[in-house]
C-alpha cells in the first residue's frame, strides 16, 4: 500500500477539527441564547403571578367591603382582610400609591370611645406609576365617591407601571345592598 491510502493528510485533519469547532460554538451559542429566554419566560411568569395575586387580594376586599369614600387617587373603605392572611373581624381599610408602591393600609376597625391603634401599611406591589379609581354612580363614572350611605355600584381601579408592564384593569361590583336573590 501507498503512503497516500494508509491515513489523513493533516491538511485534512486540520479541515476537519476546525469544521467541528464551528458547530461547537453554533450548538453552545443556541443553548446560551435558549437558557437567556428561559430565565427571561419565568421572570415575566412571576410578575404575571405577582399582579394576578394582587389584583385577588383587591377584588377580595373591594367586593366585601361597605363604606366607600375615595377620589380619583385613593379610596377608604370598611371590610375585611383577604382571607390568606388569616385576620377575622371587621377593618378600615385603605389603597393608595406612595413612592411608586401600591399601599393597603388597614387597621381594626372600632365604632366605640376607642383610640384607634396606628394603620399598618402593607405594600401590595412596586414599580406602580399611576393609580385611577373611578366609581359608577348615579348612571356614569365619577372621580370621588363621598357619600358612604350610597354606596357605588361599581368601582373601577387602573394601574400602570413604571416598566410599561401591562395591568388589566379591575372593574369590582361590591357586595352591599345588592337585590334580593343576588347576594351570595
Not at 128 to 148: M, R
Request: negative net charge; charged residues 20%.
Amino acid at each position: 500500500m501507498s503512503d497516500r491510502a494508509r491515513g489523513f493528510t493533516l491538511l485534512e485533519l486540520l479541515v476537519v477539527i476546525l469544521i467541528l469547532s464551528m458547530i461547537v460554538v453554533a450548538l453552545s451559542g443556541g443553548v446560551h441564547f435558549a437558557g437567556r429566554a428561559w430565565e427571561t419566560q419565568e421572570r415575566q411568569i412571576d410578575r404575571s403571578g405577582d399582579i394576578g395575586a394582587v389584583q385577588g387580594a383587591i377584588r377580595e376586599i373591594v367586593a366585601s367591603a361597605r363604606d366607600f369614600e375615595g377620589d380619583d387617587q385613593s379610596f377608604k373603605c370598611v371590610g375585611q382582610l383577604p382571607k390568606g392572611l388569616d385576620r377575622g373581624g371587621l377593618y378600615d381599610l385603605g389603597l393608595h400609591l406612595t413612592d411608586g408602591r401600591l399601599i393597603l393600609s388597614w387597621q381594626p376597625h372600632f365604632t366605640g370611645p376607642e383610640t384607634p391603634q396606628t394603620p399598618t401599611d402593607t405594600e401590595l406591589l412596586k414599580g406602580v406609576a399611576t393609580l385611577q379609581l373611578g366609581y359608577f354612580l348615579d348612571g356614569n363614572w365619577q372621580a370621588e365617591s363621598k357619600d358612604k350611605s350610597k354606596p357605588p355600584l361599581l368601582i373601577r381601579i387602573s394601574v400602570a407601571s413604571e416598566s410599561g408592564r401591562p395591568w388589566p384593569p379591575l372593574v369590582i361590583r361590591p357586595m352591599v345592598d345588592m337585590p334580593p336573590g343576588m347576594q351570595r
